[in-house]
């Protein structure tokens, strides 16, 4: 169980985001608040439950605190709302279709002798209250983070926070992950899912080892960006701290992360930025794809899983327990396809005698259908995907060069994100954050110039 420790850092993080607020400019608070909280603060179980809230925890006391102080400091000097009526629709359906969920939902749910109880009115305020505080740190890097000064910050701080991160995941590297147990007196997953082979690989403050693999891609990726836009003096200090963070990603020990920087290094160091925006549609459309695929069986699971086995035949089977599990969850989503099961459970298979949940959520797609349905799907993904699309289309539309050479590295780090929500729940606050500054960007980028070819680029 969390010790006073945890329960003392959640309770003063609203000092340290007083702070922070009032010693950095907004765009810089925005991102410090969140990607310290993200980092830092005690992970769940570790949060306070209280009558119509979301838990208050890790994710959502930041995301609270920058809403709070953002509305008291800065209310009336930026507009929070949008103009655009898609992202506005998209808005309305992601905060307000849990109420409709709630209203589909207040029947009892039994699996044999096991039953789950239906879902009440004051559930529906509660999951509302939840949705609005996930999507807080949208509106405010979309009000706040709109320029390419900003874009190289939000890349600075993920560079800067992997290049501190990385000391801790040595030390777990070495030590096996402990620092959560020392510092916040738990551990918050299955210690026998951080063994890997002869080693292990850390977790930090964070959910699971997965997370911080994937957070030590980003800086990776973050530090090759910088590499190629800095001058030439920074040049070699950027790519050196590139090369050791690469050093990192590969002790973590995930696969996936690894695959996705040995993808994104060299396409970011020889692809012009409208290249770059290629790409990261090409990933958007996956993402927004796969479910709707996977639903009408069309996914090649077996080719998938046949080139995986030659990788590693471990993961391989891994991989065959998520599929599996995927389909069970689809077919379970076709009871209740619109609005979804809701919470508690209900869109789980649980065992008729014992009550144990016999199927896993590992994809945030499965879990948002399960939950909300193909309305709630779609509005998240919609949100999270509809930034690269705007972008996209406005990098077509003109000169290159006229855009920020930040752009395309954001863009592809959030469209990397969004295919990990396939087979994972990476779904963070620096998520939504960087979704919200590309929405800013796009937003107010007007294309100059004809559109012209772009040359592949020289390496550094």
């Not at 945890?6 to 410090?32: E, H, K, M, N, Q």
């Not at 179980?45 to 979301?54: C, Q």
């Not at 506005?88 to 039994?110: C, H, I, M, Q």
């Not at 994937?214 to 090759?224: C, E, G, N």
Request: proline share 8%; aromatic share 10%; with cysteine.
């Amino acid at each position: 169980m969390p010790n006073a420790v945890a329960s003392l850092a959640l309770v003063l993080w609203p000092v340290a985001s007083v702070l922070l607020f009032r010693a950095l400019p907004p765009g810089r608070a925005l991102i410090a608040c969140l990607l310290i909280g993200y980092l830092f603060l005690p992970p769940p179980p570790a949060g306070f439950d209280f009558p119509l809230m979301p838990p208050l925890n890790k994710e959502t006391i930041p995301s609270l605190m920058v809403i709070v102080l953002s509305l008291a400091l800065y209310r009336g000097k930026v507009q929070f709302i949008p103009e655009s009526t898609a992202l506005r629709v998209l808005l309305a359906v992601f905060v307000f279709s849990p109420f409709a969920t709630v209203l589909t939902n207040p029947e009892p749910v039994f699996y044999g002798q096991v039953g789950l109880p239906g879902l009440r009115l004051r559930e529906a305020v509660a999951l509302m209250v939840q949705q609005s505080v996930l999507v807080a740190p949208f509106l405010l890097a979309r009000a706040f983070l709109k320029s390419e000064q900003d874009q190289r910050d939000i890349l600075l701080a993920l560079f800067l926070g992997g290049m501190i991160y990385s000391l801790p995941m040595l030390l777990e590297v070495r030590l096996s992950p402990q620092l959560n147990i020392w510092i916040y007196g738990y551990f918050q997953h299955n210690f026998e899912q951080m063994i890997r082979g002869d080693g292990f690989r850390p977790i930090v403050f964070l959910y699971h080892g997965l997370w911080v693999a994937f957070f030590a891609m980003t800086s990776v990726v973050a530090a090759v960006a910088l590499a190629r836009a800095e001058p030439r003096r920074n040049k070699a200090y950027y790519a050196i701290c590139a090369l050791y963070l690469m050093a990192v990603l590969i002790l973590c020990k995930s696969l996936g992360s690894l695959l996705y920087a040995i993808g994104a290094v060299p396409l970011l160091l020889v692809a012009g930025r409208r290249m770059l925006m290629h790409v990261a549609v090409l990933f958007a459309v996956v993402a927004l794809a796969y479910p709707m695929l996977k639903s009408v069986d069309v996914v090649p699971t077996e080719e998938i899983l046949h080139l995986a086995a030659q990788i590693d035949p471990e993961r391989s089977n891994s991989l065959r327990v998520r599929f599996d599990n995927e389909d069970i969850l689809v077919e379970r989503a076709y009871g209740k396809p619109v609005f979804g099961w809701g919470i508690w459970g209900r869109n789980h298979i649980l065992d008729g005698n014992s009550g144990r949940i016999l199927t896993i959520t590992d994809g945030r797609w499965i879990i948002v259908i399960g939950v909300f349905g193909w309305l709630g799907f779609l509005a998240e993904f919609g949100l999270l995907t509809l930034p690269i699309f705007l972008m996209w289309k406005k990098a077509m539309a003109g000169d290159p060069a006229a855009m920020s050479p930040f752009v395309g590295p954001v863009a592809l780090l959030l469209a990397i994100n969004c295919i990990d929500l396939i087979p994972n729940a990476t779904l963070t606050p620096l998520t939504w954050l960087l979704a919200g500054a590309l929405m800013g960007y796009a937003e107010q980028f007007v294309p100059q110039g004809k559109p012209r070819p772009e040359p592949l680029r020289a390496v550094l």
